[in-house]
């Protein structure tokens, strides 16, 4: 990612309270091994900013994205399928 970017990143970043930020960085390292080489995206709306992974910059090609908002620790997480094709491509490669 390019220097400025990367600063533009943490501009972004220090609108949020330190546990966020942490959380965040720390999040990224991890991301950032597990998908070396990958293009990481950033968006900042009026809503939230979001750090997203492309293996080619195309965000249509995204492969993960996580955005910075302060979630309510208090409360359980839960989980919600929000979408599901009917056609869907093998997630393995043929045996």
């Avoid at 208090?74 to 929000?82: E, F, G, L, S, Y």
Wanted: proline share 6%.
């Amino acid at each position: 990612m390019a220097d400025d970017a990367v600063a533009r990143l943490n501009e972004f970043l220090r609108e949020y309270t330190d546990e966020i930020r942490a959380l965040t960085y720390t999040v990224m390292a991890t991301v950032d091994a597990r998908l070396a080489g990958a293009t990481r995206m950033v968006y900042s709306n009026w809503n939230a900013t979001v750090v997203g992974y492309s293996p080619d910059g195309r965000s249509r090609h995204g492969a993960i994205a996580m955005w910075e908002w302060p979630f309510d620790s208090q409360q359980p997480t839960t989980t919600v399928v929000a979408s599901v094709s009917d056609k869907r491509r093998p997630r393995r490669p043929p045996s």
